[in-house]
């Protein structure tokens, strides 16, 4: 039900962004975040956003990295600049989504299929 796009290859110093969609029987969407896997590293998260907006980053992107979403089309979106080698990972996208299930209506974490980021010369 979450859908990643973009991601590529990119210089140091360079931007990229990566978007994602969630689709599906959806009543709402809370919390949306991004977390990344370096090579040989853990997963960590680095940019959520509430429904209303709020924000919070890692250390390591805080003034590089912006996290926004569209309510509407139930969509989040990282805007990665000044890019930086150690930025190098999969990200991955998170939500936590209510959606229908018949009469009901189920909360639950979804995690997107990851992109690649690759910053290079």
């Known amino acids: 039900q979450l859908q990643a796009f973009g991601g590529g290859l990119v210089q140091p110093g360079g931007s990229l962004r990566v978007s994602c969609a969630a689709s599906?029987?959806?009543?709402?969407?809370?919390?949306m975040d991004w977390y990344r896997r370096a090579p040989g590293k853990q997963r960590e998260l680095v940019a959520g956003?509430?429904?209303?907006?709020?924000?919070n980053y890692a250390e390591s992107v805080k003034g590089r990295f912006t996290v926004s979403r569209d309510n509407a089309k139930n969509t989040v979106y990282l805007q990665m600049n000044s890019l930086k080698p150690e930025d190098t990972a999969v990200y991955y996208c998170?939500?936590?989504?209510?959606?229908?299930?018949?009469?009901?209506?189920?909360?639950?974490?979804?995690w997107g299929q990851g992109t690649q980021v690759t910053v290079s010369s």
């Open positions: 998170h939500a936590v989504l209510t959606s229908y299930e018949g009469t009901y209506l189920l909360t639950d974490n979804y």
């Open positions: 956003i509430s429904r209303r907006g709020r924000t």
């Open positions: 599906g029987s959806i009543f709402s969407v809370d919390d």
